[in-house]
């Protein structure tokens, strides 16, 4: 059985900044795209970053030049880097992953921005 469990959310003030990692565990044969998914109260989930294997990104235009994304294929981590955050950030912040043909989720991790 394979897991996803992130951590590094927390409470920021506005403009600060946080990171956020990933790791997968368990039997896995193949990985594939790695993402960053988040919701804000009361709204649905939305993606936020993801990286190809090969290392192709793709962000949603409210987090461009704020947040990065990277990845350890060695390790099967992914990372995102939050710069210059926003009380609109806010949310629980879910890594995806494609493992083993399959779409898999992490628990979620709350990141709080205050303004």
């Known amino acids: 059985q394979v897991r996803l469990v992130e951590s590094g959310g927390g409470l920021v003030q506005a403009g600060g900044s946080l990171r956020l990692q990933c790791a997968a565990s368990?039997?896995?044969?193949?990985?594939?795209?790695m993402g960053w998914y988040r919701q804000p109260p009361g709204k649905q989930r939305e993606l936020v970053a993801e990286i190809t294997l090969a290392g192709s990104t793709n962000y949603t235009d409210s987090v461009k030049g704020r947040f990065t994304i990277s990845r350890d294929n060695a390790s099967n981590m992914v990372y995102l880097q939050m710069n210059r955050l926003k009380p609109e950030d806010t949310g629980v912040y879910y890594c995806?992953?494609?493992?083993?043909?399959?779409?898999?989720w992490g628990q979620g991790t709350q990141v709080t921005v205050s303004s």
């Open positions: 368990g039997t896995i044969f193949s990985i594939g795209t």
């Open positions: 995806n992953a494609r493992l083993n043909f399959r779409d898999e």
